[in-house]
């Protein structure tokens, strides 16, 4: 749901028996007040409007795009209006701003902020970049000297990245005792869904099984007591809530949003979606967005999609109401638009949902919920409040509920443009994508599923379902609106990257692996995926995603075109800045920290 957009209720008699519809309408354009224009030069400007595809020049003003073509073309402006000629990108390719359609920003830029065990390389933007820990014992000794490094004995450590796969095995307390038997730890899965302590920390908190007996996701050793594992978000939601204030501190926050805002804008990203708001702290998260979007040293627009459960616990039936208020807080830089739902598990530590034939160890992984029909029920006060739903959804199981749900939702109450997105889409079958088409679904894809996970998966999934996760190639030819995303933390935003990955398949860290050949696709569809296909899964698709006369001027400048070069290439274009409503940004200004203001 365009939470902007007027909202208005159409009774068909006869075709839908008094069924109430809710209808999207587009917003008309405010008039220009057109002060002074700048008109960008460069050596090639791809719009990606199928009308005007590529051009040479764009006129600017008042931080929205006026025209595009060649410097001729603007003469109907300039010829009226101060106009000033930025010659700067004169060899340079110029693109639509990038746009992550699927991250967590804030969590993103605490998390990379912290001390990392991720087994590939993690990017710096203000430095050198992690170099990665490559087995269990050089995890445990990172841990250990993390540990070491910190000069109060009773302050918790928070360690993000650990890979369940890469590693090998599924950290306990005793594990993690290794690292220290004093400091409470906590270790933080790459996935986002999993969260482990030492014994120190069950002891500093006090945790007994008593009182997390009804939390689904805690772990207990044979003899009953805690193990130290909380798997999945519920379980992760209570340590947040035990040692939140001590490991996310208030203080810092300003730093890490500016530590993830240097990092997209380096990789051309303008706009990125905050896809589960309210996760950590509903007022809290308020409060840094409005602070960071009004802020001029901010270089993204932020796309919140609130999670429905943190607004259901706290608000209860006013839920909606207080979701729908957020649209009140909206600026140039700041759109709420949408609700995020979690159908299964996650990708990254196998615990996504799966059928037969399931794990290759004959596990099956877990679900949010029993049945498609209680998916259904949950979400449908927001479907028929018309909001537009956004689903995490992995494992065969958890795809099929999400598809499934829909299914009922519509079926109860039919919606045009419900725009309904199932994110990430880990394990699907060509039966689901058809349902999807029919269904007029979107889906996201995450990219970092074949360049970064396919040999670590494929043992436990088979080579066939790790060659052909989110088979993008396949939901293209379907005619189906597909984005590609990083899931920032899950892995690092790095739009070209995964435009590398969508064509080529290849495996970025391992050996080079091709997965599915079948399912690449061409450059130009790749590209769209990070432009005008994200924009429109974000519902964002009439302020950004193309450089078109009324948007806003928000370009990604390039050292060369990712479509005409050889295809091998494309991750190693280089961003040279971006321009937010019209304003340049070089990367070479966000290379070191500098305070949100």
């Not at 798997?231 to 209570?238: K, M, N, R, S």
Request: no cysteine; charged share 20%.
């Amino acid at each position: 749901m365009n939470l902007k957009s007027k909202i208005i209720y159409v009774f068909v008699a006869g075709l839908f028996s008094g069924t109430a519809l809710s209808v999207q309408l587009i917003d008309p354009p405010s008039t220009p007040k057109v002060s002074e224009i700048t008109v960008f030069v460069a050596k090639k400007i791809v719009t990606m409007d199928p009308a005007i595809p590529n051009a040479t020049a764009v006129a600017v003003a008042d931080g929205r795009i006026l025209s595009v073509g060649t410097l001729e073309d603007m003469k109907p402006w300039t010829d009226k209006y101060p106009t000033q000629i930025n010659r700067q990108f004169a060899n340079k390719v110029m693109y639509p701003g990038f746009i992550e359609p699927h991250a967590h920003p804030l969590l993103a830029g605490v998390l990379f902020n912290k001390p990392l065990l991720t087994p590939s390389p993690m990017p710096n933007p203000w430095g050198a970049p992690f170099p990665g820990v490559p087995n269990l014992q050089a995890a445990i000794s990172q841990l250990k000297k993390y540990s070491t490094d910190i000069k109060d004995p009773k302050e918790t450590l928070l360690a993000w990245g650990y890979d369940v796969v890469a590693m090998g095995k599924l950290p306990d307390r005793q594990l993690l005792d290794q690292a220290s038997t004093t400091r409470p730890i906590i270790v933080w899965d790459i996935s986002g869904h999993d969260m482990y302590v030492n014994s120190a920390f069950i002891k500093s908190y006090d945790i007994t099984p008593e009182r997390v007996k009804t939390i689904k996701g805690v772990g207990l050793d044979k003899d009953g007591q805690l193990n130290g594992q909380f798997l999945e978000i519920p379980a992760v939601t209570y340590i947040l809530g035990l040692a939140g204030k001590n490991v996310l501190k208030p203080g810092e926050i300003p730093n890490d949003y500016m530590y993830i805002n240097a990092l997209m804008q380096q990789a051309g990203i303008t706009t990125s979606g905050d896809l589960a708001f309210g996760t950590l702290n509903i007022e809290t998260e308020t409060k840094i967005a409005k602070a960071y979007t009004t802020s001029p040293r901010g270089a993204l627009r932020i796309v919140p999609v609130v999670y429905a459960e943190p607004f259901i616990q706290k608000y209860g039936d006013k839920a909606i109401q207080e979701a729908q208020n957020l649209s009140q807080l909206d600026n140039d830089r700041l759109i709420f638009q949408g609700v995020k739902f979690y159908s299964d598990g996650g990708y990254l530590p196998e615990t996504m949902r799966m059928e037969h034939p399931g794990y290759t160890n004959n596990t099956l992984g877990s679900s949010n919920y029993k049945s498609s029909v209680d998916f259904a029920n949950t979400m449908r006060p927001w479907w028929d409040a018309g909001f537009h739903i956004h689903i995490h959804s992995n494992g065969d199981i958890g795809n099929q509920h999400s598809i499934n749900a829909l299914q009922l939702m519509i079926d109860a109450k039919p919606r045009f443009d419900h725009r309904y997105t199932i994110n990430h889409f880990g394990i699907p079958s060509t039966a689901m994508v058809m349902k999807i088409k029919t269904l007029g679904a979107v889906v996201s894809a995450n990219l970092s599923y074949i360049s970064e996970r396919a040999k670590l998966e494929y043992p436990a999934l088979g080579v066939d379902r790790a060659s052909y996760a989110t088979r993008i190639g396949t939901l293209v030819r379907s005619g189906i609106v597909t984005s590609i995303h990083s899931d920032a933390p899950v892995s690092a935003p790095a739009p070209l990257k995964e435009v590398w990955t969508a064509v080529t398949r290849k495996d970025v860290y391992n050996d080079g692996k091709v997965w599915a050949p079948a399912e690449a696709v061409s450059a130009n569809d790749a590209m769209k995926m990070i432009t005008i296909n994200a924009a429109y899964t974000l519902g964002v698709e009439d302020k950004v995603g193309s450089i078109e006369a009324g948007k806003f001027a928000d370009f990604a400048v390039l050292d060369a075109d990712p479509q005409t070069i050889p295809s091998i290439k494309i991750k190693d274009v280089g961003v040279v800045a971006t321009i937010l409503g019209g304003k340049v940004i070089p990367v070479s200004e966000t290379k070191q920290s500098r305070p949100l203001h």
